[in-house]
């Protein structure tokens, strides 16, 4: 049996900040099911939201977050978001982050959505990438402990505690167990239960799932964002930053559209009510061949497009065939991220001892009904590195939990079976990939940008269809090094219990707030909704409760861009 | 267009030797040999490969497709098939097959242990640099540690590709305190370094160009 004080789960941003903050105060180790410089915090492009500059304060930093979350973020989870900011990007900035700079030789900052002030940090158009890998050199000056393509199974719960993960370490075919005093989920989110999304095949909800089985609270899972800019037919993401360097949007009359939906902001305006736009135009048959939009960098010049924009111009080129800098994009909205994930406080704890999350598998809530660009990789690391600090204390100040031999048979004999069992067990006529097909088609075509109440309940219907489907395939493939077809099995699991929480919250908020926009309720209402949708596993199906906002400085107004 | 991959297969609890195994799958150009594996892997689910972000930024599907090291994701099915329908996709040469198309990685990444590689900050730092400067980081800086270097370069004793990239990004920071020392204590003659430096941006999917070097 293995023993690390605390065990980090996930090799992205928030983990490996989190890890860092644990080394050389108490034993860390991190599990990942890939590669660290593999996740997905990596393709992030735009930049990390800091109020920087002399102009800027953390204060208008902080309301910008808030009216972009639909006065559904929590105000004090915001105010420490904003207010670690600028310490944390110098921080970065010490590790050696190449960040582009002004021409003052200052951190450079661009603009994105919903955002007041030019406050993003970005070196190009690979923000994510750059901050992933320089954190990655960190992790290896520190000598943390990674387990590369191990796979997080369970939370071993003993005693009303977290004591201890099972895990599956991919290339060896086993199962092992890890004693630890705390686990820091730090796992990303589920992007793949939807047929159109931007994110990895790795996102597949993992760690939510597994905390919700164990018992964890899931909260605003209803509210996931779809990026207003993903190219067409692939979904691969073309940043926001390609409107924060001054792209456009145009419709096929050629029209900046954005006009008509936000006419302060134009292109903007935060991604909820530009993917509303977008899909509004292709609606009223203003779309190119009844189905996208055209995003024009052609006016930016080849020059800026090449400093700023490189990354995007590879993308474009490469999966469109086209060169931004002389034709328009093809470009649909797309699954990008999730708001909701595991309820923590402040410091990334749960209500379950022992167990604490962070980066976008956690719910604090900073983004509330709605993401801003630029928000998502600053709290990977704000809350990554808040996490790792409190669990370094508390681990110092505690004993081992205990972790029977009982507890640990109990856990892993179900598992042992499974590992076990002969292929043929698997009923012939199903498959994973024909269950996962028909969950992905059924989210983005009824649990989507717009929503309407009989979809949404005849997607929770069908999921429960697919659930049942889902129990009598059995194991899916005897025991061997690398079985993929193991963990698509497990990752279809994950991503159906996550579905039917989005669909039946979905179903369940009867008004329109942030990226939850439903046709038959289409205002927002506070004095219905102003709480957060909490989701608990009861023994048929998830169980919701309202909770309460947190609320210190500004009072819900009308939202307006 | 009907395309037959033509993949290599091995399983170390069965096999003696590798063997390969057609696939028939419906494409069109535009899509990428990644998505070929996806429509391969349903034929038959046990086949491995790793795969994740599926837009060449986090190099999981580092493969050698007809011969070639590269990315599936980043090689159009078009591309592909310019010399037949047939494509052949073997695991990385330089690398130790473990199954299928999956290759150890762990000797790879402890390889960056050759050198220093993180920055060892100068105290003088006081968080200005120029721009100029700070976009010469940049291309070394887009190295996704996908192994292709090493497929396509080969690594003598002298010359670990990915680490040098790591060395040559970390000696240009002009916030680190070792600069080229880091290199000079890698010992790698003058003239392979030179070599490496031209053969890179060939090799590199990311096409990373290091200027200015030593």
Not at chain 1, 108 to 123: D, V, Y
């Given at each position: 049996?293995?023993?690390?004080?605390?065990?980090?789960?996930?090799?992205?941003?928030?983990?490996?900040?989190?890890?860092?903050?644990?080394?050389?105060?108490?034993?860390?180790?991190?599990?990942?099911?890939?590669?660290?410089?593999?996740?997905?915090?990596?393709?992030?492009?735009?930049?990390?939201?800091?109020?920087?500059?002399?102009?800027?304060?953390?204060?208008?930093?902080?309301?910008?977050?808030?009216?972009?979350?639909?006065?559904?973020?929590?105000?004090?989870?915001?105010?420490?978001?904003?207010?670690?900011?600028?310490?944390?990007?110098?921080?970065?900035?010490?590790?050696?982050?190449?960040?582009?700079?002004?021409?003052?030789?200052?951190?450079?900052?661009?603009?994105?959505?919903?955002?007041?002030?030019?406050?993003?940090?970005?070196?190009?158009?690979?923000?994510?990438?750059?901050?992933?890998?320089?954190?990655?050199?960190?992790?290896?000056?520190?000598?943390?402990?990674?387990?590369?393509?191990?796979?997080?199974?369970?939370?071993?719960?003993?005693?009303?505690?977290?004591?201890?993960?099972?895990?599956?370490?991919?290339?060896?075919?086993?199962?092992?167990?890890?004693?630890?005093?705390?686990?820091?989920?730090?796992?990303?989110?589920?992007?793949?239960?939807?047929?159109?999304?931007?994110?990895?095949?790795?996102?597949?909800?993992?760690?939510?799932?597994?905390?919700?089985?164990?018992?964890?609270?899931?909260?605003?899972?209803?509210?996931?964002?779809?990026?207003?800019?993903?190219?067409?037919?692939?979904?691969?993401?073309?940043?926001?930053?390609?409107?924060?360097?001054?792209?456009?949007?145009?419709?096929?009359?050629?029209?900046?559209?954005?006009?008509?939906?936000?006419?302060?902001?134009?292109?903007?305006?935060?991604?909820?009510?530009?993917?509303?736009?977008?899909?509004?135009?292709?609606?009223?048959?203003?779309?190119?061949?009844?189905?996208?939009?055209?995003?024009?960098?052609?006016?930016?010049?080849?020059?800026?497009?090449?400093?700023?924009?490189?990354?995007?111009?590879?993308?474009?080129?490469?999966?469109?065939?086209?060169?931004?800098?002389?034709?328009?994009?093809?470009?649909?909205?797309?699954?990008?991220?999730?708001?909701?994930?595991?309820?923590?406080?402040?410091?990334?704890?749960?209500?379950?001892?022992?167990?604490?999350?962070?980066?976008?598998?956690?719910?604090?809530?900073?983004?509330?009904?709605?993401?801003?660009?630029?928000?998502?990789?600053?709290?990977?690391?704000?809350?990554?590195?808040?996490?790792?600090?409190?669990?370094?204390?508390?681990?110092?100040?505690?004993?081992?939990?205990?972790?029977?031999?009982?507890?640990?048979?109990?856990?892993?004999?179900?598992?042992?079976?499974?590992?076990?069992?002969?292929?043929?067990?698997?009923?012939?006529?199903?498959?994973?990939?024909?269950?996962?097909?028909?969950?992905?088609?059924?989210?983005?075509?009824?649990?989507?940008?717009?929503?309407?109440?009989?979809?949404?309940?005849?997607?929770?219907?069908?999921?429960?269809?697919?659930?049942?489907?889902?129990?009598?395939?059995?194991?899916?493939?005897?025991?061997?090094?690398?079985?993929?077809?193991?963990?698509?099995?497990?990752?279809?699991?994950?991503?159906?219990?996550?579905?039917?929480?989005?669909?039946?919250?979905?179903?369940?908020?009867?008004?329109?707030?942030?990226?939850?926009?439903?046709?038959?309720?289409?205002?927002?209402?506070?004095?219905?909704?102003?709480?957060?949708?909490?989701?608990?596993?009861?023994?048929?199906?998830?169980?919701?409760?309202?909770?309460?906002?947190?609320?210190?400085?500004?009072?819900?107004?009308?939202?307006?861009? | 267009?009907?395309?037959?991959?033509?993949?290599?297969?091995?399983?170390?609890?069965?096999?003696?030797?590798?063997?390969?195994?057609?696939?028939?799958?419906?494409?069109?150009?535009?899509?990428?040999?990644?998505?070929?594996?996806?429509?391969?892997?349903?034929?038959?689910?046990?086949?491995?490969?790793?795969?994740?972000?599926?837009?060449?930024?986090c190099g999981s599907c580092a493969v050698r497709i007809n011969g070639q090291p590269a990315l599936a994701c980043q090689t159009?099915?078009?591309?592909?098939?310019?010399?037949?329908?047939?494509?052949?996709?073997?695991?990385?040469?330089?690398?130790?097959?473990?199954?299928?198309?999956?290759?150890?990685?762990?000797?790879?990444?402890?390889?960056?242990?050759?050198?220093?590689?993180?920055?060892?900050?100068?105290?003088?730092?006081?968080?200005?640099m120029s721009p100029e400067v700070a976009h010469r980081l940049e291309s070394p800086a887009t190295c996704i540690l996908c192994?292709?270097?090493?497929?396509?370069?080969?690594?003598?004793?002298?010359?670990?590709?990915?680490?040098?990239?790591?060395?040559?990004?970390?000696?240009?920071?002009?916030?680190?305190?070792?600069?080229?020392?880091?290199?000079?204590?890698?010992?790698?003659?003058?003239?392979?370094?030179?070599?490496?430096?031209?053969?890179?941006?060939?090799?590199?999917?990311?096409?990373?160009?290091?200027?200015?070097?030593?």
């Amino acid at each position: 049996m293995l023993m690390h004080e605390v065990l980090v789960v996930g090799g992205g941003l928030a983990g490996l900040m989190a890890a860092l903050n644990v080394s050389g105060r108490a034993d860390a180790a991190v599990l990942s099911k890939i590669y660290p410089t593999r996740s997905h915090s990596g393709a992030a492009q735009g930049g990390f939201n800091a109020a920087m500059a002399k102009d800027d304060s953390i204060e208008a930093h902080i309301f910008d977050t808030v009216k972009g979350s639909d006065y559904l973020g929590d105000q004090d989870a915001i105010e420490v978001l904003c207010s670690d900011g600028p310490e944390v990007i110098c921080e970065l900035d010490r590790m050696g982050v190449p960040w582009t700079r002004s021409t003052e030789g200052a951190i450079a900052q661009r603009s994105l959505g919903g955002a007041g002030f030019p406050r993003a940090c970005f070196a190009a158009d690979f923000s994510g990438h750059v901050v992933l890998h320089t954190l990655y050199e960190q992790i290896l000056k520190q000598g943390v402990r990674v387990y590369p393509e191990w796979h997080l199974l369970e939370l071993l719960m003993e005693g009303g505690r977290v004591s201890g993960a099972l895990v599956y370490d991919l290339p060896r075919a086993r199962l092992e167990v890890i004693r630890t005093k705390q686990i820091i989920l730090a796992t990303g989110g589920y992007g793949r239960a939807f047929a159109k999304t931007t994110n990895a095949h790795a996102n597949t909800g993992d760690g939510m799932a597994i905390a919700y089985r164990a018992g964890a609270v899931l909260s605003d899972m209803e509210f996931v964002q779809f990026h207003p800019t993903t190219l067409y037919g692939t979904n691969i993401l073309i940043s926001e930053a390609a409107r924060g360097e001054g792209g456009y949007l145009r419709n096929a009359r050629g029209d900046r559209f954005m006009a008509n939906y936000a006419p302060e902001k134009m292109e903007l305006a935060p991604r909820d009510v530009v993917s509303r736009a977008i899909f509004n135009e292709i609606k009223e048959g203003r779309g190119f061949e009844g189905h996208y939009v055209h995003l024009d960098l052609t006016h930016l010049g080849e020059a800026l497009i090449a400093e700023r924009l490189p990354q995007v111009r590879d993308l474009a080129i490469r999966y469109s065939g086209a060169d931004p800098a002389r034709l328009p994009i093809n470009i649909e909205p797309a699954q990008h991220y999730s708001m909701g994930g595991v309820r923590t406080d402040i410091w990334g704890m749960t209500p379950l001892p022992g167990l604490l999350a962070a980066g976008e598998v956690a719910n604090l809530s900073v983004h509330g009904a709605n993401r801003l660009g630029g928000n998502s990789l600053l709290e990977t690391v704000v809350f990554g590195r808040r996490a790792g600090r409190k669990v370094a204390e508390l681990a110092r100040e505690e004993t081992w939990p205990s972790l029977s031999e009982k507890t640990v048979k109990r856990y892993v004999d179900p598992w042992n079976a499974l590992l076990a069992a002969e292929p043929g067990r698997r009923a012939l006529d199903d498959s994973t990939f024909a269950i996962r097909r028909a969950m992905t088609t059924l989210m983005t075509n009824q649990v989507g940008v717009f929503r309407t109440g009989p979809e949404l309940q005849d997607a929770v219907d069908q999921l429960q269809q697919l659930k049942e489907r889902y129990q009598k395939l059995g194991a899916p493939i005897g025991r061997q090094p690398f079985n993929y077809a193991l963990m698509d099995y497990l990752e279809v699991g994950y991503l159906l219990d996550l579905s039917e929480i989005i669909a039946q919250g979905a179903a369940a908020r009867c008004e329109s707030r942030g990226a939850h926009y439903r046709m038959d309720f289409p205002q927002r209402d506070d004095q219905n909704w102003l709480h957060h949708t909490f989701a608990k596993r009861g023994k048929k199906g998830p169980e919701f409760s309202a909770g309460p906002v947190t609320i210190t400085s500004y009072e819900p107004q009308e939202r307006g861009y | 267009m009907e395309v037959v991959l033509k993949i290599c297969r091995f399983d170390p609890k069965e096999d003696i030797l590798p063997f390969f195994q057609k696939f028939p799958v419906r494409m069109e150009g535009s899509q990428t040999v990644l998505d070929a594996l996806l429509l391969a892997w349903q034929q038959d689910p046990t086949l491995s490969f790793r795969r994740s972000c599926r837009s060449a930024i986090c190099g999981s599907c580092a493969v050698r497709i007809n011969g070639q090291p590269a990315l599936a994701c980043q090689t159009l099915i078009s591309k592909a098939t310019e010399n037949g329908d047939l494509i052949t996709i073997e695991p990385l040469p330089h690398f130790q097959q473990l199954k299928d198309l999956v290759v150890d990685l762990e000797p790879f990444f402890e390889s960056l242990r050759a050198t220093i590689p993180w920055l060892i900050l100068r105290e003088d730092y006081e968080g200005w640099m120029s721009p100029e400067v700070a976009h010469r980081l940049e291309s070394p800086a887009t190295c996704i540690l996908c192994g292709l270097c090493q497929a396509g370069l080969g690594e003598t004793e002298e010359i670990k590709p990915a680490t040098l990239v790591k060395a040559l990004r970390l000696s240009q920071d002009p916030r680190d305190a070792l600069g080229m020392h880091r290199i000079r204590l890698m010992q790698v003659p003058a003239e392979v370094l030179q070599l490496f430096l031209r053969r890179l941006p060939e090799k590199c999917p990311k096409g990373i160009k290091i200027t200015a070097a030593a």
